[in-house]
């Protein structure tokens, strides 16, 4: 999608820190880090959130999930991580494109803001 920035990262347009990229999925690091870790995994197909998922996005988003502790483990999350997507105004999801946040490397206090 055009105007998307996350389609523009992955898309090589805009130039970003590439943490793992495949056929369907990209990794890469967020630009206002919440934690010392703090990557940003996300389809390569514009989908706007996890409200907006399709039965035929089921196996890309499997796996991405699948590629989460691969992810961590090399990003050196032995001691534990959390993976956040926000969906909607609530949740103040401010990129219209499904990505997952992958932060650790700090301890996460829960309930989360
Ligand atoms: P959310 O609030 O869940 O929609 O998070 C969007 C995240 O995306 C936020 O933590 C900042 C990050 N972000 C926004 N624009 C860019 C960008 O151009 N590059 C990178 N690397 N991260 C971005």
Redesign the pocket.
Known sequence: MEDC??CR?CGKE?P??VVYEDEHIFC?????P?APV?V?VIPKKHIVSLDDVLPEDQAVLGHLLGKIGALAKELGLENGYRL???CGED??????HL?F?LLGKRKLAWPPG
């Open positions: 920035i996350f990262i805009v970003t820190d890469f690091h967020d630009v206002s919440q703090h940003l956040v997507s926000n949740a103040m999801q401010s990129v219209r990505h946040h």
